[in-house]
């Protein structure tokens, strides 16, 4: 049997069947796109965000976990690893770097990947985690198996991308985004469970009209 009809990437796409050590991923942009690009929620369509700000370039293919969501199961696991207070979760389904020596030039695909980690990112009160994955069967960095396994300076290009890519300089009102802290695979399954429970939640919603 196949779907005649074009399934929508947040809601319409199995996560995976081997959830959380393999995912799939829907990948939105790449570090050759110097557009931001994003989902529509409502139609699935891919949609323009904003031009990438000034030399600020994703490092890695860049998107999401599909039929997850970033509400109050992630918050609460933000909350219980920070010590901090009064955070929510950012609205969005929960984002994924997939990492590979292959030259993937475009968005608005699938990908098979395995979770390494993550950065517990706070952008103004908001989880909003970034999990980094391996590509499925990538014969140069498919034995990497945890975040502490990426060469520093791999490590400290994606934290700085996360950390400055939405500064504009002179601008008073900055963003208030953190990373707390990076983690391991481990962490990196709790954070996708969570996610997943969020998603849930979202769909049993009387609120939620699913597309």
Not at 101 to 122: D, Q, T, Y
Request: proline content about 6%.
């Amino acid at each position: 049997m196949f779907n005649k009809y074009l399934a929508h990437p947040w809601h319409g796409i199995d996560p995976g069947i081997n959830i959380p050590e393999n995912v799939t991923a829907f990948i939105e942009i790449t570090p050759h796109d110097n557009v931001k690009y994003e989902v529509d929620k409502t139609s699935g369509l891919i949609k323009v965000d904003r031009p990438q700000l000034y030399s600020n370039i994703v490092p890695a293919l860049y998107g999401f976990i599909p039929k997850t969501y970033c509400g109050a199961d992630i918050a609460e696991l933000c909350m219980n690893a920070t010590g901090k207070k009064g955070i929510v979760g950012d609205g969005d389904p929960l984002d994924i770097c997939v990492l590979t020596e292959r030259n993937i030039v475009h968005g608005n695909i699938l990908v098979n990947c395995k979770p390494i980690g993550g950065f517990r990112m706070i952008d103004n009160n908001e989880a909003d985690d970034k999990i980094i994955a391996i590509l499925q069967d990538d014969r140069v960095i498919g034995e990497w198996d945890d975040l502490n396994q990426l060469p520093s300076s791999l490590r400290e290009r994606l934290l700085h991308y996360f950390l400055t890519y939405k500064q504009i300089p002179n601008n008073q009102d900055k963003p208030r985004v953190e990373i707390t802290h990076a983690y391991g695979k481990n962490e990196a399954y709790q954070v996708i469970e969570a996610s997943l429970k969020d998603y849930q939640m979202l769909i049993s919603s009387q609120n939620f009209d699913q597309k």
